[in-house]
């Protein structure tokens, strides 16, 4: 039954949530799942939503006649900014992947970090030049540098992770693992770990990617 007071205006106490952003996220993790699928090479297999959104998995015969397994760890994130080293997402994706060759001592491992999102700077710096973390993580993973530049510079990457903040989203066991395992590394074992770990970054927006697919 209906009274006067039910007539009166509900009035809204906070901004409602917008779940655009969210669902071009999910959209935009389908279409670039579909793409490698329809990219897949012979003796290749994804797995979805197994060690982190895709994973690709080549199969190739070793020694012994034995079958060894590759898996490309990929996290596919649509994002409205910028990314940096300091990024919790950055963070995250850094520590989980830590965790996951911690956890398979005898599986070949490699993430790649796959964004629409260009890289930004952090602040403070990485490093007194002022480079971009990212830009001298991928500079060291390519090679770009002399052999006493990289080692400054994964000397200085390392440091500036363990003196990150934990991500509030992420368990603290993973991040407290991570940080451990920076602490101990040597600095060939982090040049490894970046070696491992690629950032994928300013690939096709949502909208491109859409169409790309429908090309296809």
């Known amino acids: 039954m209906l009274t006067e007071s039910s007539e009166i205006p509900f ?8 779940a655009t952003v969210v669902i071009r996220g999910y959209v935009y993790q389908v279409n670039t799942t579909l793409l490698k699928w329809i990219g897949l090479t012979p003796g290749e297999s994804l797995e979805l939503e197994a060690g982190e959104d895709i994973d690709a998995v080549q199969q190739a ?22 990314l940096t080293l300091r990024s919790p997402e950055a963070l995250a994706a850094l520590a989980t992947f830590q965790e996951h060759r911690h956890s398979n001592p005898s599986l070949k ?6 964004t629409n999102s260009s890289i930004g700077a952090e602040k403070p710096p990485v490093t007194v030049t002022g480079t971009p973390g990212i830009h001298l993580w991928e500079n060291v993973r390519g090679n770009a540098i002399t052999a006493k530049q990289r080692n400054k510079l994964v000397s200085a990457i390392r440091t500036f992770l363990v003196n990150s903040a934990c991500p509030s989203d992420l368990a603290a ?10 602490k101990r590394s040597t600095i060939l074992d982090f040049n490894r770990f970046i070696d491992l770990f690629e950032w994928s970054t300013n690939q096709v927006s949502h909208d491109d990617l859409e169409a790309k697919l429908n090309t296809n």
């Open 11 to 18: 009035s809204v106490s906070r901004e409602r949530r917008d």
């Open 61 to 82: 015969i070793a020694e012994g006649d034995q079958i060894e397994i590759t898996r490309l760890l990929q996290a596919v994130k649509h994002r409205e900014r910028n």
């Open 109 to 114: 491992l490699a993430f790649r970090y796959i």
């Open 173 to 182: 066991e993973t991040w407290n693992s991570f940080i451990k395992f920076l």
